[in-house]
């Protein structure tokens, strides 16, 4: 897949304030696919907009989304509708000498497109595996397989990104000129999202070290 | 301000799928505004659903937003059409036995409303500083203060809360009793935005050590 496969940012996608931070080039894309825990997908119902936090997995063009045949969301979601997905990685904080010029340092993408339900079998398999898998790697294989049942009972839906937005902001504040002899700390404070110790289930009596979270959050 | 100033949970804010992780209380509201780094704002343009991280100060049943006053975005919502903030707080993967039982434990809020622009220039300036001060209380004392034509140049809008839904998971997996004996390791892997090693600006010769990002990502 090239940057090509994707249509150049449209209206909708164009970023207005601090284009200097655009990003839209794939790799960029699939990194904060990635590294993302979570996405936000935001949708409109008679007018009303909604913004609910989902796991997602990745592969080609499209995030897929799960859950229960009855979600609302989700069946509103594969009737089409026109949506709207955002990934950040939030990177750090940035303090600068004065208030506005305070940021934050980040990795975000915003995501345009519309989910149809994924009916195939095979690819339904493939991404209700990759909702572990992409975090545990090799995971899937130690489980006890999903039942035809509990396949059933869990509707997937595919989000088609039609069009992204990347945006990105790295490094210390960009205090003007006069401020830089202000006398106060300034600088940037990195943050990460880091797993703490693994708690063991009660009823989980084995003695086998808890799966490694994939890098970077791991 | 009691749980009661806020209306009971309506149609659009009720909790259908898990409705046991449902938290409504103004202590929770207040938890997870509290500990947030950045909200995810939505809203619909023309159909088009839209969501973008954003920075975010609160008072009282407000959420505060900035930017430029050419903002498209806060141009838009400051005209009160329908919005909705999602807060979403990770704190850890639940692994179980079998893959459609892995989860997350979350803090999240959705907030309905709609937005107005501030123009009050007592609020404005509270929420220019609490943008700051919110995460590293005392800054704004040391900072150079915020300039008149700085002040006019940023737009403030307030978010009015007329609803909330909460949710919440903890601990560990929910197996059902006949996965129990799978062999593989299940648990909670406990996650923590963390605060790294600060990183001082070129520019900033001084002594002083870095402010402390209020807990808990501090």
Redesign the interface.
């Known amino acids: 897949m090239t940057s090509t496969s994707f249509a150049p940012p449209p209206d ?1 996608a164009r970023l ?2 601090h284009p200097e931070r655009a990003v839209q080039d794939i790799d960029f894309l699939h990194e904060v696919l990635n590294e993302a ?2 996405c ?5 119902m008679e ?7 989902m ?1 997602y997995a990745y592969r080609d063009r499209r995030v897929y989304l799960h ?2 045949v ?3 969301t989700l069946r509103h979601l594969a009737e089409g509708h ?5 990934l ?1 990685l ?1 990177d ?2 940035v ?1 600068a ?4 010029y ?1 940021s ?1 340092n ?1 990795r ?1 993408l ?1 995501l ?1 497109g519309w989910a149809e339900r994924v009916d195939d079998e095979g690819e339904k398999t493939w991404a ?2 990759a ?2 898998e992409r ?2 790697p090799g ?2 294989a ?5 039942s035809a049942t ?1 396949q059933r009972a ?1 509707l997937v839906i595919a989000f088609q990104i039609e069009e992204f937005s990347g945006k990105r902001r790295a490094g ?2 960009k ?1 003007p000129p006069a ?2 002899d ?23 009596p ?1 003695e ?4 490694l ?1 994939r890098s970077p ?1 791991g």
Chains 1, 2 share one sequence.
């Not at 936000?40 to 409109?44: E, G, L, P, S």
């Not at 026109?82 to 955002?86: N, Q, V």
């Open positions: 909708r207005r304030s825990l979570l936000h997908v935001a949708f409109a007018g009303q907009p909604f913004v609910l936090p796991a859950g229960s009855q979600s609302r026109p949506a709207c997905i955002a950040t939030l750090g904080l303090l000498r004065s208030g506005l305070h934050m980040y975000s915003t345009f209700l595996e909702f572990v975090l545990f995971r899937q130690e489980l006890r397989p999903t509990e869990t210390g504040p205090d401020d830089l202000w006398p106060c700390w300034a600088g940037e404070l990195p943050l990460r999202l880091q797993s703490q110790q693994a708690r063991r289930a009660e009823s989980c084995g086998a070290p808890p799966p979270l959050a």
